[in-house]
């Protein structure tokens, strides 16, 4: 601050004159002297402070410096990159003065020159420094993947800037060229997402409105964001991938940017827009490179090639040009398309350039020769956007609402399902060019994979805030809670049935050894007692021993029969094994409930989406419940298909027809041993009464023996009807595992995203916080910086009011000497004026005789030419010839000698006006000079009295930043803390962590 401001109107200029002798010798371009009267002359009648048209004052130099509604309109020391200079010049639009031709060529040096000079507002003032730090960004531009790790946003707030009731048209939408990362345009917001995971991984804010180009850089550390208000504001941002830091912005443009691009070097920025202007930036400072104006329209897009050799740019009418990155040079004029440039990409070689049209075709340019290598047909209606994979593949959308891929050349088109419902803006490939993005007007970006063509998810330009997120993630926890609940109930039903079936089965097969043990036991008895009979049979009579015998015969074919039954169970369960329907029965059950759950999570995702359109969770289970419904519905299939053929197995399958046979046989022939032994028996009653008795033990033996086998039959038959219950209660665990597992996956899942929700607001309050702490560093910077102003105010005071004083009273003895001075300049004018006019007059008569002259000498060339031989007019003509060249010198010295009066009377007029006006500065001086010093007096105790304010405002400036920093350090601890709750949740690192 200059204490020149606080002078009455008019003063400053006075003083700086008094102050400031000899100033003519070395003189300084300022405000007060030079720009100024410029202004007030052609500027000011709209840029006043009443009427501050588009919010620029001119009338002071504080308020020039201010700004418009636009921003700066001056850079110290860089007229090309001042707004200002560039409007007066006309070399950016609107131009200044409007409806008007340019300024002088004298007045827009003077603002060139003041600009360039540092801005100075009086010829004491000190040069402004330009509030545009330098930036280096500069990079090796290399082919191809870069070394090391690919930028990926880490702890980037995800609060979004914006958030509208609906979302709006899909403006710009980019890919990382080699990590997983997804920018996708919103209204004063980038919203950047993970291309596998869909989630978001951080918000950046883009305050200068709309970002209509969204570009990574091509080594994916940088995004460009380019766009504005239209008719008002245009800029291009870029960004750290990686911080989300805002590192600088290029271009002070008056209306929005449509198209712009990073050379792979990152030194130059290149944009256009609705101006018909391509122009160069210098990321370093801003400064403009060059300025292309060979467009006829407004330019709607521009691409750098990958090796930084080429700049291609397109406008409104069709026009496609290719010109030198670095320099702007022409290159080709590239023919062809019809109507608007919408799209144009370069292939990762740089050797092919593909633009798309509102003509709906697509072109390949050959970058050698300027050669159309291929058109083709790629929406109707228009091609909104196109771009390449890395391996050379191609993606479209148009206004057709379609987007479909095609090979390197444009063949093989593939159009992915479904359409939108409007125009489709545009579209683009992950960085493995495994899926696809893309976007439409009513604010959808669906995502596809490019394999199979099938929906992925959905992203939105404008996602739901934090705090509605969370809400509606706890809220799916809270519904998965009683889900987990009951599946590890009925998990534990099913293993304490399934523990219980296994010991009823245990049970029975213990049974079944005790009575093997229990027959080997009979046998043995069964034994002794025959042998006790055969002993006691030898000393019977005969008719006794033949009666025995017959029994002895029916119980070997009994046991016979015995042994073919045992044969026909153990066939029968051998043809039960071979076709187990129950596992079949139990597999078709189990698909069908995994069916039935993912139709149950459509329904509930579709009518999550009918409550709320945006719902992005909602829109990603849908996607992912329909194609997982599609791979359970084909295994439910195939398990019915199997249940099927089983079944038909099992109802052709029967017991081994020899074993059956064997059995009938044994019957028959016990039958017939029964009958012929019946016969005997009532033939001799006596012998049977006596075979009774001599085979009562080896009855009641064989009685005994016979229960056992029975029950071991019943026995064996329950061991399979265990075995199979147990298999059937077993069978359900492994379900209910499943069903606990899968509930579990989602009650993990779950949680998860509350924990990454919860870390994504602390990462968000960690940036306010940190935003706090640089403006309380700020302010503190700012008091402090004030403070200094005030105390170098205070002695500027001092020394201008001694410099005033002194001045004053050197005053009178100047009045007199210019007094005295100026008789003598105006008798110096006098003195000058008559040998002015003489010289004027001599010149004039000398011009009009030569006139004359040489108009007779060309009557006596006339006359010659008709009369050859008269040689009195051929010497007439020669002589004549000469007396007009005489008079041509004559004249030459004539205005010569004119020239040099007219610079002695200009020099003596000047001298003479330069001495009234510093005699009249001198009086208005003296006239004023009691209230001008009181003027300075006073500005030097305000200044004083403000001192000590200042002085304490900056020490006050302290406290803020302590405070400041503690909200740091609490929130940074709180978002550690948070992000290692989520950390643990993560299910991909702890079955990372179960797998080592």
Same mark, same amino acid.
Request: aromatic residues 2%; hydrophobic residues 45%; glycine residues 6%.
């Given at each position: 601050m200059k204490i020149n401001h606080l002078l009455p109107s008019g003063f400053a200029l006075l003083l700086s004159g008094i102050l400031a002798p000899g100033a003519q010798a070395q003189e300084k371009v300022t405000f007060q002297d030079h720009v100024l009267p410029i202004f007030r002359n052609a500027c000011n009648n709209c840029h006043d402070p009443e009427?501050?048209?588009?919010?620029?004052?001119?009338?002071?130099?504080?308020?020039?410096?201010?700004?418009?509604?636009?921003?700066?309109?001056?850079?110290?020391?860089?007229?090309?990159?001042?707004?200002?200079?560039?409007?007066? +010049?006309?070399?950016?639009?609107?131009?200044?003065?409007?409806?008007?031709?340019?300024?002088?060529?004298?007045?827009?040096?003077?603002?060139?020159?003041?600009? /360039?000079?540092?801005?100075? $507002?009086?010829? $004491?003032?000190?040069?402004?420094?330009?509030?545009?730090?330098?930036? $280096?960004?500069?990079?090796?531009?290399? %082919?191809?993947?870069?070394?090391?790790?690919?930028?990926?946003?880490?702890?980037?707030?995800?609060?979004?800037?914006?958030?509208?009731?609906? #979302?709006?048209?899909?403006?710009?939408l980019a890919s990382s060229p080699w990590a997983p990362v997804i920018a996708v345009g919103g209204q004063k917001q980038?919203?950047?997402?993970?291309?596998?995971?869909? &989630?978001?991984?951080?918000?950046?804010?883009? @305050?200068?409105?709309?970002?209509?180009?969204?570009?990574?850089?091509?080594?994916?550390?940088?995004?460009?964001? %380019?766009?504005?208000?239209?008719?008002?504001?245009?800029?291009?941002?870029?960004?750290?991938?990686a911080t989300g830091k805002r590192l600088t912005d290029v271009g002070d443009?008056?209306?929005?940017?449509?198209?712009?691009?990073?050379?792979?070097?990152?030194?130059?920025?290149?944009?256009?827009?609705?101006?018909?202007?391509?122009?160069?930036?210098?990321?370093?400072?801003?400064?403009?490179?060059?300025?292309?104006?060979?467009? +006829?329209? =407004?330019?709607?897009?521009?691409?750098?090639?990958?090796n930084g050799e080429y700049l291609a740019s397109g406008d409104r009418a069709g026009n496609l040009y290719v010109w030198e990155a670095k320099t702007g040079g022409e290159l080709y004029s590239l023919t062809g398309h019809k109507e608007s440039i919408t799209s144009l990409v370069f292939r990762d070689d740089s050797t092919v350039l593909m633009s798309g049209s509102g003509d709906g075709s697509i072109k390949l340019w050959n970058m050698t020769d300027g050669a159309n290598l291929k058109t083709f047909n790629g929406h109707n209606g228009g091609v909104m956007s196109a771009n390449f994979a890395h391996d050379g593949k191609i993606v479209s959308a148009g206004r057709d609402r379609k987007v479909r891929t095609y090979d390197s050349t444009g063949g093989s088109a593939k159009e992915f399902a479904p359409a939108f419902n409007d125009i489709a803006l545009h579209a683009t490939f992950d960085s493995e060019g495994?899926?696809?993005?893309?976007?439409? =007007?009513?604010?959808?970006v669906r995502v596809w994979n490019v394999a199979d063509g099938v929906a992925a998810g959905e992203l939105s330009p404008n996602p739901p805030r934090i705090a509605d997120r969370l809400s509606e993630a706890a809220k799916k926890l809270v519904e998965v809670e009683p889900v987990i609940a009951k599946a590890e109930s009925e998990l534990k039903v099913a293993q304490a049935a399934a523990t219980q079936a296994?010991?009823?089965?245990?049970?029975?097969?213990?049974?079944?050894?005790?009575?093997?043990?229990?027959?080997?036991?009979?046998?043995? /008895?069964?034994?002794? %007692?025959?042998?006790?009979? +055969?002993?006691?049979?030898?000393?019977?009579?005969?008719?006794?021993?033949?009666?025995?015998?017959?029994?002895?015969?029916?119980?070997?074919?009994?046991?016979?029969?015995?042994?073919?039954?045992?044969?026909?169970?153990?066939? &029968?369960?051998?043809?039960?094994? #071979?076709?187990?329907?129950?596992?079949?029965?139990?597999?078709?059950?189990? !698909?069908?409930?995994?069916?039935?759950?993912?139709?149950?999570?459509?329904? *509930?995702?579709?009518?999550?989406?009918?409550?709320?359109?945006?719902?992005?969770?909602?829109?990603?289970?849908?996607? &992912?419940?329909?194609?997982?419904?599609?791979?359970?519905?084909?295994?439910?299939?195939? /398990?019915?298909?199997?249940?099927?053929?089983?079944?038909?197995?099992?109802?052709? %399958?029967?017991p081994d027809p020899a074993v059956i046979k064997k059995l009938e046989q044994a019957k028959a022939e016990l039958n017939k041993a029964k009958a012929d032994l019946a016969q005997a028996e009532k033939a001799d009653g006596k012998a049977a009464a006596e075979a009774d008795k001599l085979a009562a033990g080896r009855v009641k033996a064989g009685d005994t023996l016979a229960k056992l086998r029975t029950d071991l039959s019943a026995a064996e038959a329950q061991v399979q009807a265990k075995a199979d219950a147990a298999k059937a209660a077993a069978d359900k665990v492994e379900p209910a595992k499943k069903t606990v597992a899968d509930a579990t996956v989602g009650w993990n899942a779950a949680r998860f995203g509350v924990a990454k929700l919860k870390a994504q607001q602390g990462a968000t309050t960690l940036h306010e916080a940190r935003k706090?702490?640089?403006?309380?560093e700020k302010a503190k910077t700012d008091a402090e910086q004030a403070a200094k102003d005030a105390a170098a105010l205070i002695e500027t005071g001092k020394a201008n009011l001694a410099a005033f004083q002194k001045a004053r009273a050197e005053s009178p003895a100047k009045v007199q000497k210019l007094t005295a001075t100026i008789p003598e300049l105006r008798k110096k004018v006098t003195e000058v004026t008559a040998p002015f006019e003489v010289a004027t007059r001599d010149l004039a008569e000398r011009e009009a005789l030569a006139i004359e002259t040489a108009d007779i000498v060309r009557r006596i060339g006339s006359l010659a030419q008709t009369s050859k031989e008269n040689k009195n007019l051929v010497?007439?003509?020669?002589?004549?010839?000469?007396?007009? &060249?005489?008079?041509a010198a004559e004249i030459n010295a004539a205005k010569e000698k004119v020239n040099? =009066?007219?610079?002695?009377?200009?020099?003596?007029? !000047?001298?003479?006006?330069?001495? @009234?006006?510093?005699? #009249?500065?001198?009086?208005?001086?003296?006239?004023?000079? @009691?209230?001008?010093?009181?003027?300075?007096?006073?500005?030097?105790?305000?200044?004083?009295?403000?001192?000590?304010?200042?002085?304490?405002?900056?020490?006050?400036?302290?406290?803020?930043?302590?405070?400041?920093?503690?909200?740091? *350090?609490?929130?940074?601890? $709180?978002?550690?803390?948070?992000?290692?709750?989520?950390?643990?949740?993560?299910?991909?690192?702890?079955?990372?962590?179960?797998?080592?």
């Open positions: 009427k501050k048209k588009a919010g620029l004052d001119l009338t002071t130099y504080s308020a020039m410096m201010v700004g418009s509604d636009n921003g700066s309109m001056v850079v110290a020391g860089d007229p090309a990159g001042s707004m200002l200079f560039k409007v007066v +010049t006309h070399a950016a639009e609107p131009t200044m003065p409007p409806k008007r031709d340019k300024l002088a060529p004298k007045e827009l040096d003077l603002i060139k020159a003041w600009i /360039a000079g540092g801005l100075l $507002d009086t010829k $004491d003032g000190k040069p402004a420094v330009s509030n545009k730090p330098k930036v $280096d960004l500069s990079t090796v531009a290399a %082919a191809g993947k870069p070394n090391g790790p690919s930028a990926i946003p880490t702890g980037l707030p995800a609060e979004p800037v914006v958030r509208t009731s609906r #979302a709006g048209a899909v403006e710009s980038i919203i950047l997402y993970h291309s596998k995971s869909l &989630e978001i991984l951080g918000v950046l804010p883009f @305050e200068e409105g709309v970002p209509n180009v969204l570009k990574f850089s091509p080594n994916g550390n940088l995004l460009l964001a %380019a766009g504005g208000v239209g008719a008002k504001l245009g800029k291009v941002v870029l960004y750290d991938v443009e008056l209306d929005e940017v449509l198209a712009a691009d990073i050379t792979p070097d990152q030194k130059l920025v290149v944009l256009g827009g609705p101006n018909r202007l391509v122009k160069a930036y210098a990321v370093a400072d801003g400064a403009e490179q060059y300025v292309v104006k060979k467009h +006829t329209d =407004w330019v709607t897009s521009i691409a750098v090639s990958p495994q899926r696809i993005f893309a976007g439409d =007007w009513t604010g959808i296994a010991d009823e089965h245990k049970k029975q097969l213990a049974a079944v050894d005790k009575a093997k043990a229990d027959i080997e036991a009979a046998k043995s /008895a069964l034994a002794d %007692a025959e042998r006790q009979m +055969t002993e006691a049979v030898g000393k019977a009579d005969k008719p006794v021993r033949d009666l025995i015998d017959l029994r002895n015969n029916v119980q070997q074919k009994a046991n016979q029969v015995a042994s073919a039954e045992q044969g026909v169970r153990e066939s &029968e369960q051998a043809v039960r094994a #071979a076709t187990d329907l129950k596992s079949l029965e139990a597999a078709v059950a189990q !698909a069908q409930a995994q069916v039935d759950e993912r139709t149950k999570q459509i329904r *509930d995702s579709e009518a999550a989406l009918k409550a709320n359109a945006n719902d992005a969770a909602a829109k990603a289970t849908l996607a &992912e419940a329909r194609v997982s419904v599609t791979r359970r519905t084909e295994r439910l299939t195939e /398990a019915k298909k199997a249940l099927a053929a089983g079944q038909v197995k099992a109802k052709a %399958a029967k706090q702490l640089t403006a309380a010497d007439a003509e020669g002589a004549g010839k000469k007396v007009v &060249e005489q008079l040099r =009066w007219t610079e002695a009377k200009n020099k003596a007029a !000047a001298e003479l006006a330069t001495a @009234e006006k510093e005699l #009249a500065a001198e009086r208005s001086a003296t006239a004023t000079a @009691e209230r001008d010093q009181a003027a300075l007096k006073k500005a030097i105790a305000d200044a004083q009295a403000d001192l000590p304010k200042k002085e304490a405002a900056a020490k006050e400036a302290v406290k803020p930043i302590e405070t400041a920093k503690a909200k740091v *350090d609490q929130a940074k601890a $709180d978002y550690e803390k948070l992000l290692s709750e989520a950390d643990k949740l993560d299910p991909a690192k702890t079955a990372q962590a179960k797998n080592g």
